[in-house]
């Protein structure tokens, strides 16, 4: 996953997140600020640590907004195409696969009862 920890990730992706609120910038601009921060290029390359952060991105959107983008939902189903167990266990902790996974099936859940715009 390059240089980023999985929990890391998620503790730096969450605080630039409240810095953005703090900048007294709307919601919508602080969760499409602090995704195009923390999304990283080549794709290919930080497939894992994308997924984290559209993850994340997908739980703020439903937690404050009550309803997730659209563009979001499908980058994440394209992302999890390209995910197997074999790269996960190449790029992550046991303990991160784990609870990477049940991030994966949590928001997977929440999608089925939340709208999209």
Known sequence: ????????????????????IEQNITIDMAISTTFESYFF????????????STIQNINIQISLLKRVNRGSVELLQNQL???????????????E?????????????KLKTIETF
């Open 1 to 20: 996953m390059k240089k980023w920890k999985y929990f890391e990730l998620i503790a730096y992706y969450h605080k630039s997140f409240f810095v953005a």
């Open 41 to 52: 290029y080549p794709e290919e390359e930080y497939l894992i640590a994308n997924l984290i």
């Open 81 to 95: 195409l390209k995910v197997s167990n074999d790269f996960l266990q190449s790029e992550l902790e046991v303990d």
């Open 97 to 109: 696969i784990e609870h990477l996974k049940e991030d994966i099936e949590e928001v997977i859940y």
